[in-house]
């Protein structure tokens, strides 16, 4: 039998994953939504490629959580978009109601499962479906960090016209204005960026790299990125489905490590079979130490407006 996987939320970001799983072929794929039919008209679209694709993904849309029974993977995306004359705190306290709610069922379905938490803002809404699940902290992650990498290496790349997969960096801290850029690790073939670039120019891929989402949603007039979030959540799919190992940037429950208590942070994690199988403590100078805390103190606040 397939193994399985569950999106919930068809919205930009779940649809476009759930067409990346379905082309990986791994994996059976359930699409959830409150929407009627709506997931239901997007599983039979993106399932109606196989042939073309070469794929026997399983796609089933569905408005019923009896359908993710038993899922491997639960990936929720569900969530209310910011309106105009929302305050960040009412969005916080509205994708609590949400991804408090569906924590609840999908862990009624399938209680095994390994959770990644995708609706924003990412690292309060980890830290909800975390407490409402009850799960070992190794069951539930964020993403956040692969993508916010994945701008930092975009933006280098172009800027020493090298291959991005020679680009390797990393992003910590929560998913919003205060994340952390690690400028002083990145490099590209081994070489250290501070060698490429010039500091000036450093700092306006960093800035760049912290307004990223902004710039996207700017450009969009209406919605947010999904083609990134969406491939960034699947490397995170593929490491846990493949035992790959990989480590990479995510929203971990930190418990001591980098001094942070009891509170979902990006930093390198290693992604296994079994979730979170290793936190990657490295050793930080004095201001980016002081960054991350101060990220970890606007991560603090949300949790805080939460009440939980
Ligand atoms: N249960 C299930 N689905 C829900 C619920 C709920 N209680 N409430 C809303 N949804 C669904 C909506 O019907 C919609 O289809 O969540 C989907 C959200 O999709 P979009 O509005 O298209 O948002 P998207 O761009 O996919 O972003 C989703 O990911 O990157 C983050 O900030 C982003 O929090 C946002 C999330």
Redesign the pocket.
């Known amino acids: 039998m397939r193994r399985k996987i569950t999106v919930?939320?068809?919205?930009?970001?779940?649809s476009t994953l759930v067409q990346r799983l379905a082309e990986r072929d791994y994996a059976d794929v359930v699409m959830?939504?409150?929407?009627p039919n709506?997931p239901q008209g997007k599983a039979l679209d993106i399932m109606q490629a196989g042939p073309v694709l070469g794929f026997d993904t399983q796609v089933t849309g569905t408005n019923d959580y009896a359908d993710t029974v038993g899922s491997d993977i639960v990936v929720i995306?569900?969530?209310?978009?910011r309106k105009p004359g929302m305050t960040r705190d009412d969005l916080v306290k509205k994708?609590q109601e949400?991804v408090s709610?569906?924590t609840e069922q999908v862990v009624k379905y399938s209680p095994d499962c390994i959770i990644i938490c995708?609706?924003?803002p990412l690292d309060a809404m980890a830290q909800i479906a975390l407490k409402v699940s009850g799960f070992p902290r190794e069951r539930v992650l964020g993403m956040a960090g692969v993508l916010d990498t994945a701008r930092f290496r975009t933006f280098i790349a172009q800027e020493v016209g090298a291959s991005v997969r020679d680009v390797q960096a990393y992003v910590l801290g929560g998913h919003g204005d205060t994340m952390v850029p690690l400028a002083r690790m990145c490099t590209v073939a081994g070489v250290p960026i501070s060698q490429l670039i010039s500091p000036e120019r450093i700092e306006e891929i960093v800035q760049r790299t912290r307004d990223g989402g902004a710039e996207i949603v700017k450009l969009l007039g209406t919605?947010?990125?999904?083609y990134a979030?969406s491939a960034s959540v699947l490397q995170m799919v593929d490491s846990i489905m493949l035992d790959k190992k990989m480590i990479m940037p995510c929203a971990v429950y930190l418990q001591g490590e980098y001094d942070i208590h009891d509170l979902f942070v990006g930093v390198p994690a290693q992604i296994g079979s079994k979730g979170l199988e290793k936190v990657i403590e490295i050793e930080l100078n004095p201001s980016e130490r002081e960054q991350l805390t101060k990220s970890a103190d606007a991560v603090k606040e949300l949790v805080h407006v939460m009440g939980i």
């Not at 919930?8 to 779940?14: K, S």
């Not at 919605?223 to 999904?226: C, E, H, I, K, Q």
């Open positions: 919930v939320g068809a919205g930009f970001v779940g959830f939504d409150i929407v709506m995306t569900s969530g209310f978009p994708n949400i709610q569906v995708v609706t924003n919605g947010s990125a999904y979030p």
